[in-house]
């Protein structure tokens, strides 16, 4: 938690800043999508967050090896993306950095991408709302399922534990878009300036009239 209080920023000063940032890192990343409050077409937001696949580490050995936890490209040229726009590391590891400005009280979240398989539900989840993530967790829990480490699994905890064979798990959705955990949940895909706990239920609900043979 902040110090200071976060103080709401229109939309209009706030997207400009995100374009900005965005199409700075853009050409160092994967795949990189603003998400969060922007993405929900909030009037006022209260940080920024965007969401990159970084991409994967090249460097080799004088073998010609790869070497071992070699930084990605993304990590290394992001302190040049930070100069370049103003932005400045308030903390973070290899998956999350904070950043703030010192021109705006805003704060931008930037969610780091390793494996291509996390993207739909790391950008579902950083799409928010933290309510409708809320209800899909719970939702997800109901089915018998759970989220551990980016990922679905579409069975039981075992011991209360978490599934940790990631993407590996046979019974991990394989959810490499967005509208890929939509589908393994059987729901239709909900636009995100819509993703409120009552859209959700509403879905769910259609699920069930639509499709009463399951569950
Ligand atoms: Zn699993």
Redesign the pocket.
Known sequence: MSDSPILPTPIEQALPLAQEFAAALRPHAVRLAIAGSIRRQRTVVKDIEIVAQVQPATATDMFGQPIPDAPSPTLLALPAVLAQTGWTLVKGGDRYKQLSHPDHPLKLDLFLVHDPAHWGLVYLLRTGSAEFNLALVNHINQLGWHL?DN?L?Q?RKQNDQP?T?GSQ?S??AVTPEEADVFAALSLPWIPPASRNPESLRKAIRARFLTNPARN
């Open positions: 551990a990922t699994h069975h599934c064979r798990c019974m991990a």
